[in-house]
């Protein structure tokens, strides 16, 4: 990782295991230029600008920077646009979900913390404000933790477009010591008992820093769903809906979709975030609604008295209503496997989750019916919506003409869950029934 320092390659990321030092690293180099070069103006930027706010900037501020230094003054972190130093060099701090107007200036160096977290996109776009004249060269530079091999980062790498270099536990000298060539006593601990404890793809991914697929993912056909967000929407919209899922340490999670004249679903946008107040997600729903005009907000019914702020605000929000997993993973693997469902890649929670949503696993190593609660948040909204649109609707509606059902058939079977045809057939049904029940009521009270 040493050999990086000066490196002035156009691209460059950091990639490996949780704790090799890959983020402290880059904040260093980062300081450094920004003394060496006065007048640069380099850009620190993560998917959001609260998620940057509570882990590079405490690092920044507590062990590059150090309290005393000029750039920090009286500002907290939190309110903060920017670092100026005193020979005119400044690092400007942004979110993605915030960019206000940091994409319209020009930059010398942009960080990218997590890279992961955004699009190919994003990081695109980002390369496009490069045009900076105060350093030698000007430079994108990134960290993060392995993901899926399918992830656009690493094909980025393998293209050439990118330099990868890969890290290791033993470039942390809070974890290993050079010198007697073994582990600190907090790298052993760390190493050994906090990562050792990992299972499944987050071992392979934080402990070994493996570019890992899931095994066992409740949707091992989602890579073929996700395509890059288009110009315009291909179809004119028949439905556009939201979803909605509650959290608070978790991340409460929002999923846009628009419902087609072609039938295909396509997920367009998303919110995902942590400690977000009630009174920020209203504002950011009215924001999707005016901007997507949201007919209907399908929303987790385990906390009614939210559903009802949020009605009480003007939005549409509702109770989801078909609370089986089970179904509603049925309804999500049918659309997947007609290849009616769209994930656009500017969801990135949406797409790393679905490459980690797995099925839980007996002891005796059989597959359960439920999934590991764990990277669910969105999945749990992209279900609530896809069971909304669909609900009752005549299942012509929603499947393309001659189009295989064998597979999602064969899948359903094989894991003990309801058949995707089946269960769509029986919702309208129960539709048709509701319809003609309410019609009879309304005859017989004429």
């Given amino acids: 990782m040493a050999a990086t320092w000066w490196c002035r390659d156009r691209e460059i990321l950091l990639a490996g295991p949780a704790g090799t030092g890959k983020t402290r690293f880059w904040l260093e180099r980062l300081y450094f230029l920004l003394e ?81 977290e955004i699009t190919e996109t994003d990081w695109e776009t980002l390369i496009s404000r490069l045009r900076g004249h105060a350093m030698p060269w000007s430079q994108i530079v990134a960290d993060c933790n392995p993901s899926s091999p399918n992830h656009w980062l690493r ?27 073994d582990w600190t006593q907090f790298g052993e601990k760390y190493v050994e008992k906090t990562l050792g404890s990992l299972t499944g793809v987050r071992r392979k991914r934080f402990l070994e820093g493996l570019w890992a697929a899931a095994e066992g993912l409740v949707y091992p056909e989602f890579e073929r769903a996700v395509v890059p967000r288009p110009g315009q929407t291909p179809s004119p919209t028949v439905i556009s809906a939201a979803a909605l899922d509650w959290g608070w340490n978790d991340p409460t999670a929002v999923v846009v ?26 504002e950011r729903l009215r924001l999707l609604c005016r901007t997507w005009r949201i007919e209907a907000i399908y929303c987790d019914p385990s906390r009614p008295e939210l559903i009802d702020h949020l009605s009480m605000a003007g939005l549409p929000a509702t109770a989801h209503r078909i609370r089986a997993i089970d179904t509603g993973i049925a309804m999500v693997s049918s659309r997947l496997l007609r290849r009616t469902l769209e994930i656009w890649d500017n969801l990135p929670a949406t797409v790393r ?94």
């Avoid at 070069?37 to 501020?61: D, F, N, Q």
């Avoid at 972190?77 to 107007?101: K, M, T």
């Avoid at 359903?412 to 269960?423: I, M, Q, T």
């Fill in 36 to 116: 060496k070069y006065p007048g640069i103006r380099a850009l620190l930027v993560r998917k959001t600008r609260a998620s940057l706010t509570e882990s590079a900037l405490v690092t920044w501020e507590k062990h590059v920077l150090g309290p005393h230094h000029p750039a920090i003054g009286a500002i907290r972190r939190h309110n903060r646009s920017s670092y100026v130093f005193p020979n005119g060099s400044e690092c400007i701090l942004a979110g993605l979900d915030r960019p206000d107007r940091m994409l319209s200036a020009e930059y010398d160096l942009v960080y990218v913390c997590e890279a992961t």
């Fill in 155 to 181: 094909r980025r790498c393998l293209a050439g477009k990118c330099r990868l270099v890969e890290t290791t536990h033993r470039d942390n000298p809070l974890l290993w010591d050079a010198e007697l060539e």
């Fill in 257 to 282: 979709g628009l419902l087609g004249q072609d039938g295909k679903l396509r997920l367009v946008e998303e919110i995902y975030e942590t400690r977000l107040p009630i009174s920020s997600l209203v």
């Fill in 353 to 446: 989750e679905l490459g980690e949503y797995q099925w839980a696993v007996g002891k005796d190593g059989a597959i359960k019916r439920a999934p590991v609660d764990a990277s669910n948040h969105a999945m749990d909204a992209m279900r609530y919506l896809i069971c909304g649109v669909d609900e009752g609707r005549d299942y012509a509606e929603t499947v393309p003409e001659n189009t295989e059902i064998s597979e999602a058939t064969e899948q359903a079977r094989r894991l003990g869950l309801p058949d995707p045809e089946a269960e769509a057939e029986r919702l309208a049904r129960e539709k048709r029934q509701r319809q003609l029940s309410e019609e009879m009521w309304g005859d017989w009270q004429g």
